[in-house]
């Protein structure tokens, strides 16, 4: 079956999108499609998503860290107070990807999520979740945009979250484990 599940290096069936690098396999096996839950935590996602448009997704992970201390850990009440000194600052950031629009938005974001109550942002996307599905079993069945990553999309835009569209939110789904896009075969179905 075109798209289906796998043998990686240690034998173990995985999503075939996982096994062209280590870091790939790492991201993965520990974090993709696991539940992640906190402001701040989901403020990080978000944004990654947000840099990833039109990239490849390893591009990101390769630049996390530098993200990381660039963004303040993403910490959205430190990442709120920053200003233009700190848009030049991120843009001459090689550690980052230097897109204004998306730094820009970044920051713009972070100050409307510091203006919500403490698990504001958690509620909003959980509440976007689908019910649980039937496990694909190749990566034809999985979609790039659904119902929910529309409804979800539309409600931060709603809220003055900016970049963000469908697809995005969809990935961000992925991400954070509102849905469980690993393979009906892949090893991580049954841990994530």
């Given at each position: 079956m075109t798209g289906g599940a796998l043998?990686?290096?240690d034998g173990g069936l995985r999503c075939p999108w996982a096994l062209s690098t280590e870091e790939y396999?790492?991201?993965?096996?520990?974090e993709w499609g696991r539940p992640v839950h906190g402001d701040d935590a989901l403020y990080e996602r978000l944004c990654l998503e947000a840099f990833q448009s039109g990239l490849s997704w390893l591009t990101i992970l390769r630049?996390?860290?530098?993200?990381r201390k660039a963004f303040a850990g993403f910490r959205i009440a430190e990442v709120a107070e920053f200003?233009?000194?700190?848009?030049?600052?991120?843009?001459?950031?090689?550690?980052?990807?230097?897109?204004?629009?998306?730094?820009?938005?970044?920051?713009?974001n972070a100050k409307v999520l510091a203006g919500w109550e403490p698990g504001e942002l958690?509620?909003?996307?959980?509440?976007?979740?689908?019910k649980p599905g039937r496990a694909p079993k190749s990566t034809a069945e999985i979609p790039a945009v659904t119902p929910e990553s529309t409804a979800l999309a539309k409600a931060l835009k709603k809220a003055g979250i900016r970049f963000v569209g469908p697809t995005t939110a969809y990935a961000l789904m992925q991400a954070c484990g509102l849905v469980n896009d690993h393979l009906a075969r892949c090893v991580s179905r049954k841990t994530s």
């Open positions: 043998a990686g290096a396999v790492a991201y993965h096996d520990t630049r996390r860290e530098g993200f200003g233009g000194a700190d848009v030049e600052r991120l843009l001459a950031d090689e550690g980052i990807i230097r897109n204004r629009a998306k730094v820009e938005a970044t920051l713009a958690d509620t909003l996307v959980w509440s976007h979740a689908p």
